[in-house]
C-alpha cells in the first residue's frame, strides 16, 4: 500500500468529513473541518494515496506550546497497515526537530550572539515562506512540503523562539527594565493573537500562497528593523546600559 503523507487543503474536506461520519459518533463537519485550514495553531495532515484517496488523517492543535493531538482515523480497509502510525510519527518528527534546534539555540546564543542568530531567522523565514509560498502555487506536495515545514519549524526554534525573549531580558537599561519588558512582552502576546485573528481573512483574501508570501515579506521588514535597530547584547553585563 503505497501513500504520502501531506498537509490537509480543501480538496480533502469532503473525504475526511465522510471518514469521520465512518468513525465517530459525533463526528466533526465539513464546516468544522474547514475552519481549521485558517487556523494558524492546527496542524492536520491526511495520508493519500496515488490515486488522491484519503486512506487516514490526524489533526493537532498547539495550546501555549504544547500540541495535543484531537482526531486520528483510518479507513477501515487500510487499517494495520501503518498507516495510522505513519501520521504519528510526522508530528513526532515535528516534536523532535523543535527540541533538538531548541537544544542548539541554547549553546549557540553565547557561541554565535544574538543580533546574528535574529537575523538568520527573519532571514530563513522569509526564504522558507517564500518557497512554500510557490509549493502551493505551483500544486507541490507530499514529501517536499513536509520537508519546508520541517524546515521552518527547526529555523524558528534555533533562533527567533527562544532568542526573542533572550533579548527582551537583557535589551532595556536596568532603570527601565520591568516596565519597558511589561510592554515588550504584552506587544509580542498582541502580535500572536493579531497573528491567529488574521489568518482566515488573508487566506480568503490572497490565497495559501499569497499569505505564505505576505509572511515572508514581514520577515524581511524583520531582518531590516533587526539590522538597523538591534544592539548586540553578547559579553555584556546587564548594569551596561
Known amino acids: 500500500m503505497h501513500y504520502?503523507?501531506?498537509?490537509?487543503?480543501?480538496?480533502?474536506?469532503?473525504?475526511?468529513?465522510?471518514?469521520?461520519?465512518?468513525?465517530?459518533s459525533t463526528p466533526?463537519?465539513?464546516?468544522?473541518?474547514?475552519?481549521?485550514?485558517?487556523?494558524?495553531?492546527?496542524?492536520?495532515i491526511v495520508a493519500e494515496d496515488?490515486?488522491?484517496?484519503?486512506?487516514?488523517y490526524a489533526g493537532l492543535h498547539v495550546v501555549l506550546d504544547e500540541g495535543?493531538?484531537?482526531?486520528?482515523?483510518?479507513?477501515?480497509?487500510?487499517?494495520?497497515?501503518?498507516?495510522?502510525?505513519?501520521?504519528?510519527?510526522?508530528?513526532?518528527?515535528?516534536?523532535?526537530v523543535n527540541l533538538a534546534f531548541t537544544v542548539a539555540?541554547?549553546?549557540?546564543?553565547?557561541?554565535?550572539?544574538?543580533?546574528?542568530?535574529?537575523?538568520?531567522g527573519a532571514g530563513g523565514l522569509a526564504l522558507i515562506y517564500a518557497a512554500l509560498g510557490c509549493s502551493y502555487f505551483f500544486g507541490l506536495?507530499?514529501?517536499w512540503v513536509l520537508?519546508?515545514?520541517?524546515?521552518?519549524?527547526?529555523?524558528?526554534?534555533?533562533?527567533?523562539?527562544?532568542?526573542?525573549?533572550?533579548?527582551?531580558?537583557?535589551?532595556?537599561?536596568?532603570?527601565?527594565?520591568?516596565?519597558?519588558?511589561?510592554?515588550?512582552?504584552?506587544?509580542l502576546w498582541i502580535s500572536c493573537y493579531g497573528l491567529t485573528l488574521t489568518f482566515k481573512p488573508l487566506n480568503l483574501a490572497l490565497g495559501a500562497a499569497g499569505t505564505f508570501w505576505f509572511y515572508g515579506a514581514l520577515c524581511l521588514v524583520?531582518?531590516?528593523?533587526?539590522a538597523t535597530w538591534l544592539r548586540e547584547t553578547k559579553g555584556r553585563a546587564l548594569a551596561q546600559d
Open 50 to 56: 496515488d490515486e488522491g484517496n484519503i486512506l487516514g
Open 141 to 143: 506536495k507530499g514529501i
Open 68 to 96: 495535543y493531538i484531537d482526531n486520528i482515523a483510518v479507513q477501515p480497509d487500510a487499517r494495520r497497515h501503518g498507516v495510522a502510525s505513519a501520521l504519528l510519527d510526522v508530528y513526532c518528527r515535528f516534536g523532535a
Open 4 to 24: 504520502e503523507i501531506v498537509p490537509m487543503d480543501r480538496s480533502h474536506i469532503s473525504q475526511i468529513a465522510q471518514l469521520e461520519r465512518e468513525c465517530f
Open 147 to 187: 520537508g519546508l515545514v520541517l524546515a521552518a519549524i527547526a529555523c524558528y526554534a534555533m533562533t527567533l523562539a527562544p532568542v526573542t525573549w533572550v533579548v527582551l531580558s537583557e535589551i532595556f537599561p536596568g532603570r527601565i527594565r520591568g516596565t519597558a519588558m511589561s510592554v515588550a512582552v504584552g506587544a
Open 28 to 44: 466533526w463537519t465539513e464546516a468544522m473541518l474547514e475552519e481549521e485550514l485558517f487556523n494558524p495553531q492546527a496542524s492536520f
Open 222 to 226: 524583520g531582518v531590516a528593523v533587526l
Open 105 to 120: 539555540a541554547m549553546v549557540l546564543v553565547d557561541r554565535w550572539g544574538r543580533r546574528p542568530l535574529m537575523l538568520m
